[in-house]
C-alpha cells in the first residue's frame, strides 16, 4: 500500500507557516506594545517649576517637553486620565495645550478661561476670546471652527458631540454639532450634558428648570421647577442624573419621575476624589459608573462637617451619620470619624465602633488595614480588630492605590507601612507626597530662600529615584 507522504509534507508545511506566523505576530504586537507604553500612563499631576512654566509627570518620569507659561490655571484630565488639557493664564490671557504621553501640542493662545474635554479624551471644544467655538480632535491634533457668538459648552461623553448656546438677533440658541454640523434645536436654555447618541439632552430654562429634550426642541420630561444650579452628577452614559432642588438630592434616570435620595446637597464619596468635568459652566460632572446605587454619598454643602449615607438598590436610603469629620470609601461601604472622635465602619448595612481619640484616619480599600492618628500625633494601625502604635510624632499621611500607606514625621523623616507593618526610613528632609495611579512621589529638601524643592518617584513602592529639582509646587 502507497503511503500518501505528500500529503503529510503539505500539512507539516502549513503547521510551521502557521507557528512562523504566530512567532512573528507576537513579536511584532510586544514591540508595538512597548514602544507605546508611554500613551497608556497616567498624567497623575502637575507641577510648576520655577522657572520653566509647567511640567507634566507621565508614570515615573518627566516629560521631555514643558508646557509654557507663568501659571497652571486648570488642567483636565479623561476618564482613565492618559490624557489631559491644561489651560496656562498670563495675566488676562489663556493658552491651552492637550497633554498624552510625551507629546505637548499647543491648541490656541486666544482661548477665555471656559473649556471642556470629553471624557474619552477624544476631543476639546473651547472658546476664543472673539466668541468662536472650535473643535479640537485630539487624534488628528487639528481644530475646526463650529460656530460664533457662542457661550456654555458641553460635551458627550465619547466626545462625538457638542452642545453649545449662542446669542443671535438678540436670542439665545442652543444648538448640537455633531458630524461637522450645527442643528439648531430650540432657544432660551442652558446647556449641562448630551448623551453619546443624543437621547438625553439635559438642559436649565431661564428660571432654572432642568428638562430633558429631544433632538427637535421637543421636552420629554420636566425633572425639577427650581433647579440649584450649583451641582450636577451624570452617570458614565449620561443617561442618569442627581441633582438638588435647595432641599433634598434626586437621582432620575433615562428622564423618568424623580426619586428623593437625601436631604441637603449629595453626592457619590468617589465623585468628590475624582471627577470629570464635562461642562464649562458650574459644577457638572460624569461619574465613571452607570448604577448610582448601592454607593456611599456625602453631602456637600459644608466641607468640615460631613453627613454620609447610603444608597441601596432599591433606592431607598440608610442614613450613616452626621458630623463626620474624615471618611476613606472601601469596598461596600465607608470607614469615618465623627466629630466624638469615634472610628466606625460601615459595611453591609451594619455600622461598628471601632476605636475612640481618632483624629484622622485612612483605610486599605478592602477594609482589612485601617490607620488613624491621635490628638497626640500618634499613628496606630488598626488590624483585625487590634490597634498598634506604630509612629510617635507624625505630621502628614498619604494612601497608594496599592493600599501601603505612606507618612511623614515632625522631624521631615518619611516612612511607609503595609498590611500593619512599618518599612525603615524611605528618605530625610522630605516635604510632601503624592499618590497617584500605581506611582508615589515625594518631595525634600525644601528651600526657603527659592520657594522649590526636589522631586522623587516610583513605581516599585519602595524604589525610589531622582527626577527633577526646583519645584515650587507639587
Known amino acids: 500500500m502507497k503511503k500518501n507522504t505528500g500529503k503529510k509534507v503539505f500539512i507539516l508545511k502549513k503547521q510551521v507557516y502557521l507557528y512562523a506566523t504566530a512567532i512573528i505576530l507576537a513579536v511584532v504586537l510586544f514591540f508595538v506594545a512597548f514602544f507605546n507604553t508611554d500613551n497608556d500612563e497616567e498624567l497623575t499631576f502637575y507641577y510648576s517649576p520655577a522657572e520653566n512654566g509647567a511640567a507634566i509627570l507621565s508614570g515615573d518620569s518627566m516629560m521631555r517637553k514643558t508646557v509654557p507659561g507663568k501659571n497652571v490655571a486648570r488642567v483636565r484630565y479623561c476618564e482613565d486620565k492618559v490624557s489631559g488639557a491644561v489651560l496656562m493664564s498670563e495675566g488676562s490671557s489663556y493658552s491651552l495645550f492637550f497633554v498624552s504621553g510625551n507629546s505637548v501640542e499647543k491648541i490656541s493662545d486666544d482661548c477665555t478661561s471656559d473649556y471642556v474635554f470629553a471624557n474619552s479624551g477624544r476631543s476639546i471644544a473651547y472658546v476664543t476670546n472673539d466668541g468662536y467655538l472650535y473643535y479640537y480632535d485630539t487624534n488628528k491634533n487639528k481644530s475646526v471652527k463650529v460656530d460664533e457668538n457662542v457661550f456654555t459648552v458641553a460635551v458627550s461623553p465619547d466626545g462625538s458631540k457638542l452642545l453649545y448656546r449662542k446669542t443671535r438677533r438678540n436670542i439665545t440658541e442652543l444648538y448640537i454639532y455633531h458630524n461637522k454640523k450645527s442643528i439648531h434645536i430650540a432657544d432660551n436654555y442652558i446647556p449641562l450634558a448630551v448623551s453619546d447618541d443624543a437621547s438625553m439632552i439635559y438642559v436649565l430654562s431661564n428660571d432654572n428648570s432642568l428638562y430633558v429634550i429631544d433632538m427637535n426642541g421637543n421636552v420629554k420630561s420636566k425633572l425639577c421647577t427650581d433647579c440649584d444650579t450649583g451641582l450636577f452628577c451624570f452617570s458614565k452614559d449620561v443617561k442618569t442624573v442627581l441633582f438638588n432642588d435647595g ?177 525603615d526610613m524611605i528618605d530625610e528632609n522630605v516635604y510632601t507626597c503624592r499618590c497617584g495611579s500605581g506611582f508615589v512621589y515625594y518631595s525634600k529638601n525644601y528651600s526657603s530662600r527659592t520657594g522649590s524643592f526636589e522631586l522623587y518617584g516610583t513605581e516599585k513602592e519602595l524604589s525610589f529615584r531622582f527626577i527633577s529639582d526646583s519645584l515650587t509646587r507639587i
Open 247 to 423: 432641599q433634598y438630592s434626586y437621582i432620575s434616570v433615562q428622564g423618568k419621575s424623580r426619586i428623593r435620595i437625601a436631604p441637603g446637597k449629595t453626592v457619590p464619596v468617589s465623585v468628590t476624589a475624582d471627577s470629570s468635568i464635562c461642562n464649562s459652566q458650574g459644577n457638572v460632572y460624569v461619574y465613571k459608573e452607570k448604577d448610582f446605587s448601592r454607593k456611599v454619598y456625602v453631602s456637600a454643602d459644608n466641607t468640615n462637617n460631613y453627613s454620609l449615607c447610603y444608597i441601596n438598590k432599591d433606592m431607598t436610603r440608610t442614613d450613616i451619620s452626621s458630623g463626620v469629620s474624615s471618611y476613606s470609601l472601601i469596598d461596600n461601604g465607608v470607614v469615618y470619624i465623627n466629630t466624638k472622635g469615634e472610628l466606625r465602619k460601615f459595611r453591609n448595612n451594619e455600622d461598628v465602633l471601632l476605636v475612640n481619640g481618632a483624629s484622622s484616619m485612612a483605610a486599605s480599600s478592602d477594609g482589612k488595614d485601617i490607620y488613624y492618628v491621635t490628638n497626640g500625633n500618634k499613628l496606630y494601625s488598626y488590624r483585625k480588630g487590634q490597634a498598634t502604635l506604630l509612629a510617635d510624632g507624625l505630621e502628614k499621611m498619604y494612601m497608594s492605590d496599592s493600599d501601603r500607606l505612606y507618612f511623614i514625621m515632625s522631624d521631615r523623616t518619611m516612612y511607609s507601612v503595609k498590611n500593619g507593618k512599618r518599612s
